[in-house]
């Protein structure tokens, strides 16, 4: 089947979605975007593809009868072993790394040590994190980098006491390895993982009262299913390095605008937060940029001025929000500057005030940046979607809930759960209409 | 073709001639020590070249200097001395080039010393910086300073009276302190003459910038363009020089629009024009190849731009006059770009994009010269509205290379080609 693709590389996560012909989305896939953009590509597209084939699975899966009351939990339960069988892949990867790496001569002398020492800790982590992906367990994150590398170190630093091997030496080892691992391609071959995932699904835990055979052939004719990727179409900040030619590449302001206007066709006004940039958007009622604003030069105000407080915090960026919405009131931070805000932070603490307080003060900051941006973008229309990475934070989304009916009235606001792909969907959509065109 | 082309840009003998012109005046600029040459330093826009040569003078331009060492990427170190010495962050950057320049030795592009003034001409004041900016200058060098007042239009006209102002200042003020300054006696038959000459280069200017309303245009009005003023604004109107220059000029345009040729970039010739802009606002100069390049890679040619006209906005028919010299020079001053309200150069914008059937109006919004960017997102939103034809905004600076951000600019031009594009689509859709 034709399948139509966008990808979106931002400075912090590269997002792909896949569409067909009709222009419904078959699947999305989201990686970290490294330094290394053909990789995040790759990746961000492969895990699409794999969201594709989940979505043809349960389309031949629904008519099933008997099944459809747990269609729901087996296809969880496919995914997730399916992810596990990828992790586990990639776990065997970075331990090979570790020891090729291992042996380079600088460590002559510790070649068997290193060898026993890697041999111990790659055991320990097969055995505590395939436990990651058993049934109800949240991961903390979806990229194996995060998942490997916190329990690594871990493990490593035990390991190191008993071992002639330090502990610096094994995370030298890990550094160097992990960055080979995650630039490395991930394996083609998805199809005897998904009937392995499938076939550890039907016999996980409880059984699903349908014959294996009856789920097993749907499976394979999806599988059958030739996925072309017809027209692909990249967008985002690493847009320049993606192997694509030119008329491949789209700005992301009218990805963004148009991804908008599929999610909400009566979109208006778009704003858009991500890592490194705000962008205020203004479309017509066929999703064409009519008009937009960017910050300039600085990120002052954007994802990372989060990423940066969380950091001086020592908080994670999820923590933020829900903090901020504790505050029983809002302590006023002037500077959007990343930078000065910091140090604005330690000023109000040392003053005695209260960090959720501070925290809902930085949220506003952030917050009133963005409506400066909107403003001079043209102000707000209803209706106003909100896109990007900080539209998950329930905080900034209260603060600009407020700061939009005091300056433009009842607005209608949009924030669908999947935002974070706004970009790599109105991609897809031009690719689909590059192809149809063609 | 970029990859050995990017070294040696393609010139044309237009091109040749200018850059001599200007190796020559600053050789008599800095051997003023040797043949005892007086200098007057001035500010483009009011530029009273004609009337500076009537006195035997030589023209030196601060800013012209300061685009100058932009564009050869030494504004940065100098902006960073200036600074260091007490200037603050959002100062103008071409005064703090300039004061950093002097700090430096004042050195000129030949590697000798420019000399101290002996005469600040403030001859345009619509800009308050530039009275700032002398103001430090003459407590700097102590010189004989003299300031001619040239009423804003802010009701947008050139009243008889505004007018009488600056010609009597003219006679009262301006012209004895330069018999004073240079022991010449004014002529005002020498001033004629020059005024001839200003006039005949300046038909030949108009006719080249208005080539562009072909459609392919042979000329690019803002990255081309600001070589096209260069004589015209600076120390070499009312020259013979400055007449020959624009008539070798035109005679290569003429010659483009005969052979069906693009504007010429320092890639070679531009392939293909896919859209047609008016931009307002002064380019960068400190990263002003790779600004243009993100035009000329695109297929974008500018076909009108207000910053061409920032010293004289000859296209709306203004001469120098030899019938009427002193009160065409308080014209000059009066109406030069600079000088004009905000309706007015929205008027100038919205004409420019019907008759050089442009696509949109991109502005480059600069963070040092609140003078130029005050109310120029409104202007946008007037002139879309006009037109019709979407507008977009980049912000950058004029020598402070730590306000150019390429990715962010780049983005912004890509974002605004493609929407033209797509906006493009959308209409032949409809029709």
């Known amino acids: 089947m034709k399948c139509f693709v966008g990808i979106d590389l931002g400075s912090t996560t590269t997002k792909a979605v896949v569409m067909d012909e009709q222009g419904s989305v078959l699947g999305r896939g989201i990686t970290n975007s490294r330094s290394n953009y053909d990789t995040a590509s790759r990746v961000s597209k492969m895990e699409a593809f794999v969201a594709t084939r989940l979505t043809l699975f349960r389309r031949g899966l629904e008519d099933i009868p008997g099944l459809a009351e747990q269609l729901e939990e087996l296809l969880g339960s496919l995914e997730r072993n399916f992810r596990l069988e990828l992790f586990l892949e990639q776990l065997q990867d970075l331990e090979q790394t570790c020891r090729e790496n291992g042996r380079d001569l600088r460590f002559a002398s510790r070649h068997k040590a290193i060898a026993a020492a890697l041999e111990d800790i790659f055991a320990q982590l097969r055995d505590k994190l395939a436990g990651l992906f058993t049934p109800g367990i949240r991961r903390k994150s979806d990229f194996f980098r995060d998942l490997a590398g916190a329990e690594y170190m871990h493990v490593a630093e035990q390991v190191a006491k008993d071992s002639e091997v330090d502990y610096e030496t094994l995370l ?150 829900p903090m901020a919405m504790q505050a029983s009131k809002t302590v006023r931070i002037n500077s959007t500057c990343t930078v000065f805000a910091g140090a604005e932070l330690r000023d109000r603490l040392a003053l005695g005030e209260k960090r959720e307080d501070i925290m809902a003060g930085l949220h506003r900051a952030i917050i009133l940046r963005a409506m400066s941006i909107i403003s001079r973008s043209g102000g707000v229309t209803d209706q106003f979607t909100f896109t990007g990475g900080v539209a998950k934070n329930e905080a900034a989304v209260k603060e600009l809930k407020k700061l939009v009916r005091e300056n433009y009235g009842e607005v209608t606001i949009n924030i669908n759960p999947e935002s974070i792909y706004t970009g790599a969907l109105g991609a897809a959509e031009f690719a689909r209409r590059a192809a149809a065109e063609a | 073709m970029a990859a050995n082309t990017q070294a040696q840009a393609i010139k044309e003998s237009s091109m040749l001639k200018q850059k001599a012109m200007i190796a020559a005046n600053y050789d008599a600029l800095t051997s003023t020590a040797e043949t005892g040459r007086k200098v007057a330093s001035t500010f483009v826009p009011g530029n009273l070249n004609e009337l500076i040569m009537c006195f035997d003078m030589l023209n030196n ?348 600019v780049k983005n912004r031009l890509e974002s605004y080609f493609q929407m033209i594009e797509q906006r493009r689509k959308a209409g032949s859709a409809a029709a």
């Open chain 1, 172 to 321: 030298n080892l890990y550094d160097k390895s992990i960055i080979q691992v995650e630039n490395r391609p991930p394996s083609e071959n998805l199809d005897d993982k998904f009937l392995n995932a499938l076939e550890r699904a039907l016999h996980e835990g409880r059984a699903f009262g349908v014959a294996d055979e009856e789920v097993l052939q749907p499976v394979r004719d999806a599988l059958l299913v030739d996925l072309d990727e017809t027209y692909v179409v990249g967008t985002g900040y690493g847009r320049v390095r993606l192997p694509f030619p030119k008329e491949h590449i789209r700005s992301e302001i009218l990805c963004h605008g148009l991804g908008a206007h599929l999610m909400y066709p009566r979109t208006r006004t778009v704003l858009d937060i991500g890592g490194q940039d705000t962008k205020g958007i203004q479309v017509d009622a066929d999703g064409i940029v009519v008009n937009f604003q960017m910050n300039d030069r600085c990120a002052a105000g954007c994802g990372r001025y989060l990423g940066y407080i969380a950091d001086e915090m020592k908080l994670g960026l999820h923590e933020l929000g």
């Open chain 2, 61 to 408: 331009l601060p800013e012209i200097n300061a685009i100058n060492n932009g564009m050869r990427k030494k504004s940065g170190a100098l902006i960073m001395d200036a600074e260091k010495r007490g200037h603050s962050e959002d100062v103008c950057t071409y005064v703090k080039a300039d004061l950093g320049m002097m700090s430096k030795g004042n050195v000129a592009p030949n590697g000798k010393a420019m000399p101290a003034p002996d005469l600040l001409l403030l001859s345009y004041t619509g800009c308050f910086t530039f009275m700032k900016w002398f103001e430090l200058l003459r407590h700097e060098y102590g010189c004989e300073t003299v300031m001619l007042q040239v009423p804003y239009e802010g009701d947008g006209q050139i009243t008889r009276n505004m007018r009488d102002y600056v010609v009597k200042q003219l006679k009262d003020v301006v012209i004895p302190a330069f018999e004073r300054v240079s022991g010449v006696k004014f002529d005002i038959d020498r001033l004629r003459e020059y005024l001839k000459q200003s006039a005949e280069a300046e038909d030949n200017l108009v006719w080249v910038l208005e080539s562009a309303k072909h459609v392919r245009s042979p000329i690019d009005a803002y990255f081309g363009g600001v070589y096209y003023i260069g004589p015209i604004f600076t120390a070499f109107r009312g020259t013979t020089e400055a007449v020959d220059y624009y008539r070798i000029l035109r005679g290569e345009i003429e010659q483009r629009i005969a052979a069906g040729q693009g504007p010429i970039t320092p890639e070679g010739d531009m392939p293909e024009e896919n859209f047609r802009l008016v931009v307002e606002g002064p380019p960068n100069w400190t990263s002003f190849r790779e600004f243009w390049k993100m035009f000329y890679d695109e297929g974008a040619v500018v076909v009108a731009s207000t910053y061409t006209k920032v010293g004289g906005v000859y296209d709306q028919g203004f001469r120098h006059d030899p019938e009427h010299p002193l009160e065409s020079l308080a014209d000059y001053c009066l109406g030069c770009y600079t000088n004009r309200n905000l309706p007015q150069r929205v008027d100038l914008l919205c004409k420019y994009v019907d008759e050089y059937q442009a696509d949109g109006v991109l502005i480059n919004s600069i963070k040092s010269c609140n003078s130029f960017s005050a109310g120029q997102l409104l202007m946008m939103r007037e002139i879309e509205t006009r037109t019709g034809k979407p507008g977009a905004f980049i912000e950058t600076d004029l020598v402070d290379p730590r306000y150019f951000s390429a990715a962010n």
